[in-house]
């Protein structure tokens, strides 16, 4: 049945976003505004909208409203207990690896340049903004900032979706009519839940099934606000239906290409450069444990095929789990030290967000009215 539903959304895009995008592409500067206020005041607090703004917004407010905040901020607490730095490695050697696995999304990187702008590095961290943005408390309500930045990242997908299909797209496999299609989209959107919740149990910050269950549900309002179909989302009721869709999705994608290993590289050595200091290693050690990390995560048959070295660096994950696992159940005994590592991780996320002088790409692309011409990622461009 999964199967055959993939098959049926296939090369479907985001019909609400596409048109909002185009209707914003044509209008004027006070008309354009009307968008980002809708965004941060809600639809009724927004006079003279356009039709395809309305109809965006009031869908995206149906779904943050279909959940209780409460309740969302509830589900997003085990990321306060996990910490920045852990959530970085599920992020990069988890999430982002499989993401860039798929030849596919890593063609669309390649020849839209490099999206978040100059480097790998930017990029990384621009996604973990976005990440933080919409677990912090009451992020995802109308108005703030996790609700605000997931429709920015929505209508950058429909601006590159455009901008790609104006150059006469074509996928790698000759078989994709449309870049970031909802097989895509949904992929992605695995890739921020099946795909960490699995590294966490590798690294022992395991989360009970009542937690799991409720991180779906909060990210179902997630994938509702990226555009993904909400026939899809309902589909994914729970951790093992989320590991048969994500199965389901990677048996149709072809093997992982040369841009798949030059966009998975670049990241994991800058994720190694950026955790060395915190690890207390040497660069180079630390970049070598991110590759560990992603064969951990993945499999040695993944790590392969992107190129990975198996290095001595493994027989360090265990004793990083054993703390891991110590931290998660002292935190489960002692009320006192899981809000001290809450408040932690909080205070950390909002040091990571000041860290930014400058906007998202996403934040800028959704002010602009035409997508900037940015320079391709190449080989020699990373390292």
Known sequence: MLDELMRELKSQADPLADKALADYQQASPAVRALLEQGMRQGVLATDGLPESFRRLLQD?????????????????????WIGPTWLSIALGPGSLAHTYSDPLIAAVLMRTGNLLSQTVSR???????????????GGMSVGRAGYINTLQVRLLHARVRATLLQRDWSSPDGQQAVPIDQWQMLRTWLDFTVVPFEAFDRIGLTLNHEQTQRLYDAWRVVGHLLGIDPTLLSKVTDHAVALELLDVVDARLPKPDESSRVLTQAMLVALGNRLAPIFKLPVDVSMMLMESLCRLFHGDEFADRLGMQSNWTRALIPMMADANRFRMRRMAEDPAYRESIQAQSLKAFDAIEAGL???????????????PELPRVESGDVG
């Open 60 to 80: 995206c407010e149906a779904a943050v409203l279909s959940v209780p905040s409460k309740e969302i901020d509830l589900a997003m607490q085990p990321y306060t």
């Open 123 to 137: 990029r990384l961290l621009e996604t973990q903004l976005w990440k933080i943005s919409v677990i912090k408390p």
């Open 357 to 371: 002088p400058d906007a998202t790409v996403y934040q800028e692309m959704a002010k602009s009215l035409t997508m």
